[in-house]
């Protein structure tokens, strides 16, 4: 018989991030207090790791339905007999892989989504991880000095229009000029649920800081980055058959390691909004 909701096992990691949840059988998560409940897991952990899971895509699209709407993934390839849900594929022969950089989702649109569901389809023998780092953690290891620095500053994002993860690491991505529309978010979030302050700055979306010069923005993007992916705030995600993994996009930042070549890793991605999906200030 299927664990209740409240029958879940809660793992935390031993360090940032990487809260395991075990016993829960997502595909049959359909009653509002197991969501909300898993909503609250969420804002607490902020990133949330669920094992042994048998999701269809199908499956996998009603559950992310029940957290918010989705969005199609502008450009690309939706999985089939699904209408949100995204392939996200790296074959054999490609050289890039998807998502190689340190990012939030969605960072570069006037309202990001809430959260991204990613689902291990197809995972090569070695390699492949995933990393995650913990932006409310980064934010409260900052000097108060720098805290009180940067607490009313904005930063410009926007997409990048290049395909070599090399060129949109820290120190790079925000000195092109990147494509579409730029959006402002605060440096310092606030987040809506947890009211916990995080750090909104990543080297793949951020291209200025308001009220900088060029070089004054360049060197404190740099420098949020890359106190962002210290070690002490980085938890490196093994992914198993049967992962399903779900992040808040407002508290964390992720990288998909590109260490795999010549084999194939194939993944299925939901992103979820909100419908007031607002980014606070402190």
Not at 90 to 119: C, V
């Amino acid at each position: 018989m299927m664990m209740r909701w409240d029958d879940w096992e809660i793992i935390k990691g031993d360090g940032a991030l990487g809260t395991c949840v075990l016993g829960a059988d997502l595909k049959s998560v359909n009653e509002e207090v197991a969501v909300t409940y898993i909503k609250e897991l969420l804002f607490e952990h902020r990133m949330l790791v669920f094992r042994d899971q048998t999701l269809t895509p199908l499956a996998h699209e009603q559950f992310s339905m029940q957290f918010g709407p989705l969005r199609k993934p502008p450009g690309r390839q939706c999985v089939a007999s699904t209408n949100f849900l995204q392939q996200v594929i790296k074959r054999e022969e490609d050289e890039y892989n998807f998502g190689g950089s340190w990012h939030a989702d969605g960072s570069f649109q006037p309202h990001p989504p809430m959260a991204t569901i990613l689902q291990a389809i197809d995972l090569p023998k070695a390699g492949g991880d995933t990393l995650f780092a913990d932006c409310v953690l980064a934010y409260e290891r900052l000097s108060e000095d720098t805290q009180s620095k940067i607490a009313d500053l904005m930063g410009i994002h926007r997409a990048h229009g290049i395909t070599d993860p090399a060129k949109y690491s820290p120190g790079a991505a925000h000195k092109s000029p990147g494509v579409g529309t730029a959006v402002s978010h605060p440096v310092v979030g606030c987040h809506p649920h947890s009211k916990k302050k995080y750090l909104y700055v990543n080297p793949a979306f951020t291209r200025q800081i308001i009220g900088f010069s060029d070089a004054e923005s360049d060197a404190l993007i740099d420098e949020l980055s890359m106190h962002i992916i210290k070690p002490e705030t980085v938890y490196r995600h093994q992914w198993r058959a049967g992962d399903v993994v779900m992040w808040d996009n407002k508290t964390t930042q992720h990288c998909a390691v590109n260490d795999y070549g010549g084999t194939r890793r194939e993944m299925h991605r939901s992103v979820v909004y909100e419908d007031l999906d607002v980014m606070e200030t402190p």
